[in-house]
């Protein structure tokens, strides 16, 4: 094992300008018979494993896109089947015009959820977005249909009785619930990662 070929001290990279001591550090680098010593050869060891640990730590804390989308469809899904529902309680819509609706309203959110690089929380705040979006959704309608007057549907798949306002309600907060409470703890691993990369880098 050799020294490195820039002539830096392998503990704190100064320059050594060919002396056998690192004016810096202190560390001795070479023997008298012109070898390495044996605290410079240990720090040649420690800063190889720790450039190679900086190198892993990306793609560790992050999925490729194509896996992060697929994540994020995945959790979108029940945006399709509520925007069809909501849709249809509004107004009379043509089954095509209800597919694409739903469509769009599955990969949408995907695509935003898709560019969060933590894959947990592509889970939390898919959960929290869909939460608020079912807790609204009997408002958003009642407040279509009276827009839209006669226009409306008459026999809607969601209708205005406090019954379904409140079920809407739980069910959304329970959800919320849900999302917030992994991000919380997707949001810890993140911090603890950013933490970290620094330590690997030194």
Request: with cysteine; proline share 9%; hydrophobic share 45%.
């Amino acid at each position: 094992m050799s020294a490195p070929d820039d002539g830096a001290c392998p503990r704190c990279e100064t320059p050594l300008a060919g002396a056998d001591e690192c004016p810096e550090c202190g560390l001795t680098i070479r023997t008298g018979e012109d070898g390495l010593t044996s605290e410079a050869a240990d720090a040649i060891v420690e800063r190889t494993l720790s450039n190679a640990s900086a190198r892993r730590q990306p793609s560790s804390q992050t999925l490729p896109y194509p896996l992060r989308l697929a994540s994020a469809l995945a959790i979108s899904i029940p945006f399709a089947p509520l925007s069809a529902f909501a849709l249809t309680s509004l107004v009379p819509a043509h089954p095509i015009i209800v597919i694409l609706v739903g469509m769009l309203s599955w990969m949408a959110p995907a695509a935003v959820l898709a560019r969060t690089p933590v894959p947990s929380l592509i889970v939390g705040r898919g959960l929290t977005v869909m939460g608020a979006v079912v807790a609204v959704t009997p408002l958003v309608v009642a407040g279509g249909r009276a827009l839209v007057g006669t226009a409306a549907t008459t026999n809607p798949p969601i209708d205005g009785t406090q019954t379904i306002y409140g079920s809407f309600l739980l069910f959304g907060l329970v959800i919320i619930a849900a999302g917030m409470a992994v991000s919380r703890v997707a949001g810890r691993k993140r911090d603890a990662w950013q933490d970290a990369s620094p330590r690997h880098r030194e």
